[in-house]
């Protein structure tokens, strides 16, 4: 008797000391992510073994039969451990479309082999004494990185750590705001980034520069190609939840959103009007402080996926050819259906002020509106205000500027 006591307190010990194991181990699984599988898998098998433990030492069952059970439960472990992992790498391959997979030094002004526009003369504008401070969207930042090319005095103007930077649109806005930076370059602010500025008796001088598409992509597979704007809406109102209902498989619609104040999730809040959006689709990830929280998940290219973006970036700075656009109202977004007016979602995209005192905020923002700048729009891959359809003037020779 005093064997069968002494063995359920040792079981009883180790089942203490694999309870703090466990905890400590959700702890530590959840902090690299997967929390949401691993917190449970973990509880589970802590119940399973510790059930087992007792069984063991209460020899109810056969030892034969309880070590059969032992391996049941490793096996099982096992093969769902193989799964999920595998599944999330699966998911990890999958074709993002975010602001992370773009690499800002590729358009970087002064550099060596940057993929910048270039004016073929010098710009009738330059910058002369201090030079503004400026950030803006990312996918805005090859444009006004050959602006500065073109007008600001040479020197390394890095993508993050300088006086020319993109912090992406809600950072820019925020910037801005807290007089961090003189200029940025965004899509048009939302109705929470107004009320900002006002709370703090600022207010957004906008500058219309240029216009783009605002364009939605599924996955190239997908037997869909093309929406109404009414469908778009129902999609993103939660109206529509399954690709059959617009003949495409019988695939629920994963429908990604961008993070609010974002310069393209403005721009869905708008298309959509009085309509409420749907939650978007959330990711659990860990934060500066080592702690876990929800934000909005990036674009995964998933077969049953739909997304959207501004059409310079979708295109050019991503580049993903396993993506395709929809044609929206049966019109496809071009640099053509942009010029015409006919693609539905067209924007502009504005030079932003507030109250910096810059002498050459002027200057610059009116160059901008200058052939030269316009033409820089263009050659960019936006589409410009006006038709750049002009000669430069020609240079002077030596001799005339001798006379």
């Not at 395709?324 to 995209?349: A, M």
Request: charged letters at 20%.
């Amino acid at each position: 008797m005093g064997n069968k006591i002494a063995k359920i307190i040792i079981v009883i010990l180790v089942i203490v000391v694999l309870a703090i194991i466990a905890f400590y181990a959700i702890l530590v699984l959840s902090f690299f992510g997967g929390g949401d599988f691993y917190a449970p898998f973990v509880i589970i098998v802590f119940i399973a073994i510790s059930i087992w433990l007792i069984l063991f030492a209460l020899r109810t069952f056969k030892r034969k039969v309880l070590w059969l059970v032992f391996l049941g439960i490793f096996l099982s472990s096992a093969i769902a451990v193989t799964i999920y992992e595998w599944r999330k790498y699966y998911v990890a391959s999958i074709p993002t479309v975010d602001d992370q997979g773009v690499n800002l030094y590729e358009y970087q002004p002064f550099k060596e082999d940057s993929k910048i526009a270039k004016l073929s003369e010098d710009a009738t504008f330059k910058i002369q004494g201090k030079t503004p401070s400026i950030d803006g969207a990312t996918a805005l930042y090859p444009l006004y990185a050959a602006f500065v090319q073109a007008t600001f005095p040479e020197d390394e103007y890095l993508p993050y750590t300088s006086k020319v930077t993109s912090n992406t649109t809600p950072r820019a806005y925020n910037r801005l705001i807290n007089g961090d930076a003189d200029l940025i370059f965004c899509a048009a602010p939302s109705k929470s980034q107004v009320e900002n500025a006002h709370s703090l008796g600022k207010e957004f001088r906008m500058t219309p520069i240029g216009k783009e598409a605002f364009v939605f992509f599924v996955n190239a597979k997908n037997p869909v190609s093309e929406l109404s704007v009414e469908q778009i809406q129902s999609i993103y109102s939660g109206k529509i939840t399954n690709w059959k209902d617009l003949g495409g498989e019988n695939e629920d619609i994963k429908a990604f959103q961008r993070p609010k104040d974002s310069g393209s999730q403005t721009m869905l809040e708008k298309i959509m009007g009085d309509l409420p959006l749907m939650p978007p689709l959330l990711n659990d990830v860990v934060d500066e402080m080592g702690g876990i929280i929800e934000q909005t998940a990036e674009y995964k290219n998933f077969g049953n996926a739909i997304g959207y973006s501004f059409l310079f970036f979708a295109t050019e700075m991503v580049g993903n050819n396993q993506i395709k656009l929809i044609k929206v109202n049966g019109i496809e977004p071009t640099r053509e259906t942009i010029k015409s007016g006919t693609y539905p979602f067209v924007g502009d995209f504005y030079a932003i002020t507030t109250d910096s005192e810059n002498e050459n905020l002027k200057g610059f923002i009116d160059w901008i509106l200058s052939p030269q700048g316009q033409k820089l729009v263009e050659e960019t891959g936006y589409t410009p205000l006006i038709d750049i359809n002009f000669k430069l003037p020609a240079q002077p020779s030596p001799r005339d500027e001798g006379r």
